[in-house]
């Protein structure tokens, strides 16, 4: 008797494998097309160059000329891409807006045989990951230091760590004449729980317990917006910047005061800018320049305490005129409930507001009143600044234990895998889950960090069309499908960092390596140290274990301490939808997939029965492999808490695994069970697969 494996689309972890009989259960980049399961795209990165730091968001605009640029915000830099180039526009930080400073007398200090130099800089206002350009007019310890450095240490405000590019020759101080420029102040790469008392709010947590939003301890998340041409940005909890469109792209972004002045506006209006915020965004509306979380205006003082409940916006079509005044439209509200703004979105016709208590409606009413608020709802959550979109007018969003969506009313959206995904993240990263879009497939990606993982590793999908879940692992920072590109883009990124424990040319076993700072990196991976690849299977803070050296066809080699280390998945943004295969570096590599079903009966479950044979339904159509090739598994068992593939005894495998080509018609099975499972999976290069509607013949085998 031939019984069919049709399957409902979805897949569903809310019960045990059984009760979810005639569905899906577990899988990894697939997604359903019509209601069948298939191989999701391939990816390719955009170019061989890179960028520094963790990246978090992503912005695309065209400029009048016809140039499409994107912006890309880390934890270390902003840059905006052209051409596969980033070019580097990070402001410089307050103090060395207008020049280099000059520092003391033998500013250096070397140690013989170390790479590490020290700079003592008297309240320089870096942190470990900030980059410094440097002059000096004599070599010290025998090494020159001259050019752009990253702190490695921060040890104090006066002093500052760099690695030079080899070691010193001898201990000792010197520079000469030493100038320095510091960039904007580098943020956190991962959350950093603020602990100890004062931290959070009252009653957050248990007794005794670390804050879970720790004060100035946030990650750095850019927001920005296209001004025309130009650029408005802002790091959270920072001053809003203004890059002006330069074709050279030799120009960095500068403070929105000091833009205005430049543009010509008296200090009586530019002083009065916000000089904080957690968000700016531009409203479709008029193009009201505004700040989510600002401090307040008063018209006598400029430096105002910030207050994180409080929404603020500029005159209309002018950014640089905050003061409110009755010849223009800039003004402010501050919202009530919760105590600090974490995120807005721009549907189409208001402004959705997240506080970390409730969601609010912002729409524009004209003078005199300008904005209006409204409360939509209270008692709720969004788990990220970054955790929500809007997409064919229906914003969704992650919470801290469900989804949400709004259609003009806000509600639970029911999701087959809650449970899965809640009971396996790790919430102390939580600020990093980023949420975005593929409109080709109509989906709504989350990318989250697991439970054992710093970084996002996993991702989950709600395709709006068909109303369905499905999940997979991927580590991407950012993402963004916007309209003025082909396919979406990704990022794969972490923040360099430097080897602590120098390295001897040792093939040894299961080698550790120690970092400066390992906790961007994913748990598992590859290192670049000078010219070798080495492979990890484990990360413990910031030591790597289970290393395997020389991989990749490299040489093992020696390696200073102090030597720059990099991820050996270069930073880069990443086409999806692009290609079959995993394009994360130079070599392409197979996208290994595969969906398994929940148990479902063999005939209806009341006695033994004996499969053998199978007849698959599987198109192959757009495959680049010359014998594109799939595994599909049978996975007998005779009751629910029993091991796959075993008799009853559990001594003999039963199990069928079998590889099914484009042009096979039937394929033969010996197993036997009351119920089982489907699997089927691709590991090769080229594969492109569409699951259909397999058949399998039956025989009644008894009832033992």
């Known amino acids: 008797m031939l019984q069919k494996i049709q399957l409902r689309p979805g897949v569903n972890r809310e019960g045990t494998n059984y009760s979810n009989e005639g569905g899906y259960y577990a899988c990894d980049k697939i997604r359903f097309r019509s209601g069948y399961p298939e191989k999701i795209g391939g990816w390719l990165r955009l170019s061989a160059n890179t960028f520094y730091g963790t990246c978090r968001t992503l912005w695309d605009w065209i400029t009048l000329n016809g140039y499409n640029l994107v912006a890309v915000g880390t934890n270390q830099k902003y840059y905006v891409q052209t051409g596969g180039a980033y070019n580097d526009i990070t402001p410089w930080a307050a103090g060395y807006t207008a020049s280099a400073v000059a520092l003391g007398a033998s500013p250096f200090a070397t140690t013989s045989g170390s790479r590490l130099v020290t700079v003592t800089a008297s309240g320089h206002g870096g942190t470990a990951g900030t980059f410094v350009t440097i002059t000096s007019t004599a070599a010290v310890g025998g090494l020159t230091i001259s050019g752009e450095y990253q702190m490695v240490t921060v040890p104090d405000g006066n002093t500052f760590t760099i690695a030079a590019t080899s070691a010193a020759s001898s201990t000792t101080t010197g520079g000469g004449t030493v100038t320095i420029r510091l960039l904007l102040a580098a943020g956190l790469a991962t959350y950093v729980t603020g602990a100890g008392w004062g931290a959070g709010g009252w009653s957050r947590g248990t007794w005794g317990s670390a804050a879970t939003v720790g004060v100035g301890q946030q990650l750095r998340l850019w927001t920005q917006d296209n001004y025309g041409d130009n650029l408005l940005l802002a790091p959270r909890g920072g001053d809003i910047y203004y890059w002006v469109r330069d074709t050279g792209f030799t120009t960095r972004a500068i403070t929105l005061e000091a833009a205005g002045t430049a543009a010509g506006y008296p200090s009586t209006i530019t002083d009065f800018i916000p000089n904080q915020t957690f968000q700016i965004v531009s409203s479709d509306v008029q193009r009201f320049t505004i700040a989510i979380g600002s401090n307040p205006y008063d018209p006598t003082d400029a430096n105002t305490t910030f207050d994180p409940m409080l929404v603020r916006w500029s005159d209309q079509e002018d950014p640089f005129t905050w003061v409110p005044a009755s010849t223009n439209q800039s003004g402010e509200q501050r919202l009530a409930t919760g105590s600090y703004l974490v995120t807005s979105v721009i549907t189409r016709q208001e402004i959705l507001i997240w506080s970390d208590a409730a969601i609010y409606s912002m729409q524009y009413l004209g003078p005199p009143y300008v904005w209006g608020f409204q409360l939509l709802m209270d008692n709720i959550s969004i788990i990220a600044p970054n955790a929500a979109i809007t997409v064919n007018n ?20 029911p999701c087959a ?12 990263q939580q600020q990093q889950i980023v949420c975005g879009s593929n409109e080709g497939y109509n989906e709504v990606w989350w990318h989250y960090p697991s439970a054992d993982s710093d970084v996002n590793d ?8 068909e109303r369905i879940w499905y999940y997979g692992t991927l580590n991407r920072t950012a993402w963004l499908d916007s309209p003025l590109q082909t396919t979406p883009m990704g990022v794969y990124s972490v923040q360099n960092t430097f080897l602590l424990t120098a390295l001897t040319a040792s093939t040894a076993a299961n080698q550790t390596i120690v970092v400066v700072d390992g906790t961007s990196y994913p748990n598992s991976g590859t290192l670049t140290i000078d010219s070798e690849d080495i492979t990890y299977t484990g990360k413990t803070g910031n030591t790597f274990t289970g290393c395997t050296r020389g991989v990749n066809n490299t040489t093992v080699a020696s390696h200073a301490a102090y030597t720059a280390i990099s991820s050996g998945v270069t930073n880069s943004i990443i086409f999806h939808e692009t290609g079959l295969d995993n394009g994360d570096d130079d070599t392409l590599v197979p996208i290994e997939s595969y969906i398994e079903s929940s148990d479902f009966d063999i005939a209806d479950g009341n006695q033994l029965s004996f499969v053998w044979r199978m007849i698959p339904d599987i198109n192959f159509t757009s495959s680049t492999a010359t014998t594109p090739e799939v595994t599909m598994t049978l996975k007998p068992r005779n009751f629910p808490g029993a091991n796959y593939g075993t008799s009853a005894s559990g001594a003999i495998d039963l199990s069928s695994k079998i590889p099914v080509e484009q042009y096979t018609n039937q394929i033969y099975t010996r197993l036997r069970g009351r119920q089982m499972a489907f699997r089927i999976d691709s590991t090769a290069l080229g594969i492109a697969w569409q699951l259909g509607t397999p058949r399998i013949d039956i025989r009644t085998d008894g009832r033992r």
């Open 458 to 465: 996993r991702y989950v999908i709600y395709n709006h069309l």
């Open 417 to 428: 895998l809650r449970q899965y995904i809640f009971n396996d993240l790790n919430f102390s």
């Open 394 to 413: 229906v914003t969704y969003w992650m919470g801290v234990d469900k989804f949400y969506t709004y259609t003009g009313r806000v509600e639970t959206l």
